[in-house]
């Protein structure tokens, strides 16, 4: 197992081998899998998410002044909130601060999440929930969890991450 980031932050665990196109990916937050329902990634397609999630020039303070005052997990559930259509929040910005703060948006692997990305009294953090009614933990199941993480580790964890995996792809890893 090839592991690029550290478990408590952020990292992914990847299996040594692979079957085609297909390939073994943990991806873990806070010290926590998230990829307990499906961890199994298409290479082309996961590279490529992976890629464009990368936080170059992202504006994280674009909407803090919704964030004002509020813990990471206030902050989260406002985001979410904006999606709900009986919440007050519904619509704020034209629907762009879902979107806009959305991570881990990688395909099967992370569709049992909700993730979003954002700072905070200086901070870079990640946030996500488990939503399935299936998921293996009930107890998990809208619990927010958190992590704070600097933008550069970010970077460097993503950017690793796909150029291993790229490399793996074309036969040189």
Not at 56 to 81: A, C, W
Not at 139 to 162: F, G, M, P, W
Request: aromatic residues 14%.
């Amino acid at each position: 197992m090839k592991l690029i980031g550290n478990k408590k932050p952020f990292a992914f665990e990847i299996a040594d081998h692979s079957e085609g196109d297909m390939k073994i990916v943990d991806i873990w937050i806070n010290s926590i899998s998230i990829c307990c329902d499906d961890n199994t990634v298409y290479l082309p397609q996961f590279i490529g998410s992976v890629d464009l999630s990368l936080p170059n020039d992202l504006d994280l303070k674009k909407y803090d002044k919704y964030f004002h005052g509020l813990t990471p997990e206030q902050i989260h559930r406002f985001i979410k909130s904006t999606r709900d259509e009986e919440s007050e929040n519904y619509d704020v910005e034209d629907d762009w601060i879902y979107p806009h703060h959305q991570f881990l948006d990688w395909g099967a692997t992370t569709d049992n999440v909700t993730c979003f990305i954002f700072e905070s009294n200086g901070n870079t953090f990640i946030t996500f929930s488990f939503w399935r009614e299936e998921h293996h933990n009930p107890d998990e199941i809208n619990h927010i969890y958190k992590t704070s993480i600097s933008r550069a580790e970010l970077r460097q964890v993503l950017t690793e991450t796909v150029s291993y995996l790229t490399n793996y792809k074309d036969g040189m890893a």
